[in-house]
T-cell receptor
Framework: AQKVTQAQTEISVVEKEDVTLDCVYE???????LFWYKQPPSGELVFLIR??????QNEISGRYSWNFQKSTSSFNFTITASQVVDSAVYFC????????FGSGTKLNVKP | GAGVSQSPSNKVTEKGKDVELRCDPI?????LYWYRQSLGQGLEFLIY????????KSGLPSDRFSAERTGGSVSTLTIQRTQQEDSAVYLC??????????????FGQGTRLTVV
């Protein structure tokens, strides 16, 4: 069975703080894909990153970075020097045919 | 259009009425998904279409829900005899799909359904 767990329901930080959003997944498949999506207050889901199960290299894109560790089945997302515009709900997802989404983490960045 | 288009954007209906929600995926995308998101909640999978394969309907909550995809493109989600608990945002997404192709899904703006 496929499952994604985002244990942090809501996180509040002050602008410029770093914040890490946790994602733990379960799957018996050896080939799978992991994703992060952002859902700002406007409601539309925005794709952030895709990672396949054979690529454990960490990735950095500007202030965003992702740490994929198969040994712990985790795919964590870090925002460095957070900004108010980062306030949103962030979803981690596992794709094996359809997408299995975590319950989301609401990030509040206060000025 | 360039993105996934859903209509209507908002729908208010009376309990017991039937509703149809439409999704126009990105051209060339063979995979199409429907999800439901209740207020402040996560995404609940409803149904998944992949090319000409039989759809994965395992997420449909009851037999009042059905969906079809005509010509491998536009999809319609139908809810019969709507109930108040059907109130939610219905999200459609599409991706390139295909065997061994697990690309990102692009989401539409959603249809906000309110059953009164």
């Amino acid at each position: 069975a496929q499952k994604v767990t985002q244990a942090q329901t809501e996180i509040s930080v002050v602008e410029k703080e770093d914040v890490t959003l946790d994602c733990v997944y379960e799957t018996r498949d050896t080939t799978y894909y992991l994703f992060w999506y952002k859902q700002p207050p406007s409601g539309e889901l925005v794709f952030l990153i895709r990672r396949n199960s054979f690529d454990e290299q960490n990735e950095i894109s500007g202030r965003y970075s992702w740490n994929f560790q198969k040994s712990t089945s985790s795919f964590n997302f870090t925002i460095t020097a957070s900004q108010v515009v980062d306030s949103a709900v962030y979803f981690c997802a596992l794709n094996f045919n359809k997408f299995y989404f975590g319950s989301g983490t609401k990030l509040n960045v206060k000025p | 259009g360039a993105g996934v288009s859903q209509s209507p954007s908002n729908k208010v209906t009376e309990k017991g009425k039937d509703v149809e929600l439409r999704c126009d995926p990105i051209s060339g995308h063979t995979a199409l998904y429907w999800y439901r998101q209740s207020l402040g909640q996560g995404l609940e999978f409803l149904i998944y279409f992949q090319g000409n394969s039989a759809p994965d309907k395992s997420g449909l909550p009851s037999d009042r829900f059905s969906a079809e995809r005509t010509g491998g493109s536009v999809s319609t989600l139908t809810i019969q005899r709507t109930q108040q608990e059907d109130s939610a945002v219905y999200l459609c997404a599409s991706s390139l799909g295909g065997e061994g192709v697990n690309t990102e899904a692009f989401f539409g703006q959603g249809t906000r359904l309110t059953v009164v």
